[in-house]
Every structure is written in C-alpha cells, then in structure tokens.
C-alpha cells in the first residue's frame, strides 16, 4: 500500500505553484521570467536616471549593486556615464540601512 500524502494549501504554495508555471512558460518561449524582465527594465531605468542625473557634470561616479545587477547597468551605461565612473563595486547592499551602506562606502 502506497503511504498517503497531503498537501496543504497555502498562499506560499499557490505563489510558488504560480512562479514554476510562469517560469516553465517563459523558459519554454526562450524569455526571461518576468521577475528578471521587471529587474532588466528598473535597472535599465536607473542607468538612464543616472545619465540624466551625471547631466555636464565632471565629478566622478561610484556605483555599488550586486554583481548580477552590475552585469545588466554595464550593458546600459551610456558613454557619458562610463566616462563619469570612477569604480564600480560588485557589492549587494540591499539587506543594509542608508547609515550602514554609508559606514561601509567610507571604509573602502
């Protein structure tokens, strides 16, 4: 006799169940899942921002993001802004408070 099993229907479940269809989908039309395609277009966004930001301005730039997050900005510098960089840190920040990303910047 085959051991019985019960699965619980949960938000976290259905979420889950929801994410490895939409993953499975877009994996089977050669597309990014939408959670990457919603993380390309805010980091693309923010390259653009930070064109716009560098405007004539000559003072050096330092951009900090995880190193998955640097790889997309790179690819969507404009020329402006990879003139403006002064150093890049492949460093994931996101976890951090203002103050404590500011501490770290400091000692590095």
Excluded at 1 to 9: C, E, F, G, I, N
Excluded at 13 to 32: H, I, K, N
Excluded at 46 to 75: H, T, W
Aim: no cysteine; net charge neutral.
């Amino acid at each position: 006799m085959a051991p019985s099993v019960t699965y619980r229907w949960t938000d976290q479940v259905q979420t889950d169940l929801r994410y490895e269809v939409s993953r499975s989908l877009a994996d089977a039309a050669g597309l990014p899942d939408r959670n990457a395609r919603e993380a390309l277009s805010l980091l693309t966004a923010a390259a653009e921002a930070l064109d716009a930001a560098i405007g004539n301005d000559a003072a050096p730039v330092v951009v900090a993001a995880a190193p998955s997050a640097l790889r997309v900005l790179r690819r969507a510098y404009s020329p402006r802004v990879r003139k403006a960089l002064a150093v890049e840190l492949d460093r994931d920040f996101t976890h951090l408070s203002v103050e404590d990303i500011a501490v770290r910047l400091a000692s590095i």
